[in-house]
């Protein structure tokens, strides 16, 4: 089994129960997942606080045990959700099982990501995993394949920069204009900003500041 990828720490040193697990694990739980959900990855600035929830891991233990820090995860109201009480194994089938980001890596051992963001299974655990939880469902894989292509043009652009900085800045400026329309057309999938003048796109805001973003529409030929 490989290596933890979220090293748990001790967590509260009181007991906990039924009514008190989640106001004393919380905060030990998003500085040991660095406010990142356990299933899906999200980071805390996706969602109201009120959506950051304490999941049990193992949701059929009892009493004393269910409530054990080992047992508690730092999760998003959509994957606590769609976990709710499946099985940490399945009765059917003992190789599909959840997997524990606190005793093991699920990447890239059981689960890979492909290039348009959806995560696919390497193992039986690995489906289990993803189809449990529903970490397949378009929601994900858009968000993932929005910030991989924006990471890869801003990649492209710095190293396009250093390379031409000296000799070529027209390389550089075309470049930067493949990057700010493939920035723009991902944008396009975020919400719209809620500004003084209303609810406007970023194309409608950007106009609305005196960008032409008609110019970045369509490559020049």
């Not at 993803?130 to 929005?146: N, V």
């Not at 900003?193 to 106009?207: A, F, M």
């Not at 032409?212 to 369509?218: G, I, K």
Request: net charge positive.
């Amino acid at each position: 089994m490989s290596a933890a990828r979220v090293k748990r720490g001790a967590g509260p040193r009181s007991k906990m129960t039924k009514a008190t697990y989640r106001k004393k694990a919380l905060r030990f739980l998003l500085k040991d997942f660095e406010g990142r959900c356990a299933y899906c990855l999200d980071p805390g600035e996706f969602r109201h606080p009120s959506q950051t929830q304490v999941d049990h891991f193992n949701c059929k233990l009892r009493e004393r045990q269910r409530h054990q820090y080992k047992n508690l995860m730092l999760a998003c109201s959509a994957c606590n959700l769609s976990k709710h009480d499946k099985p940490i194994v399945n009765p059917l089938d003992k190789e599909q099982r959840l997997l524990n980001c606190t005793e093991e890596n699920e990447f890239p051992e059981h689960i890979v990501e492909l290039e348009d963001g959806q995560w696919e299974p390497k193992t039986k655990a690995g489906e289990y995993h993803l189809e449990s939880i529903g970490l397949r469902e378009s929601c994900h894989r858009q968000k993932r394949y929005a910030r991989k292509r924006i990471a890869e043009q801003i990649l492209n652009l710095c190293s396009t920069a250093i390379q031409y900085r000296t000799f070529n800045p027209a390389e550089v400026h075309n470049q930067m204009m493949d990057t700010l329309r493939a920035l723009l057309s991902h944008l396009d999938n975020f919400p719209p900003l809620v500004v003084e003048d209303g609810v406007l796109s970023p194309r409608e805001w950007l106009n609305a500041r005196g960008v032409d973003v008609s110019v970045l529409q369509v490559a020049p030929a």
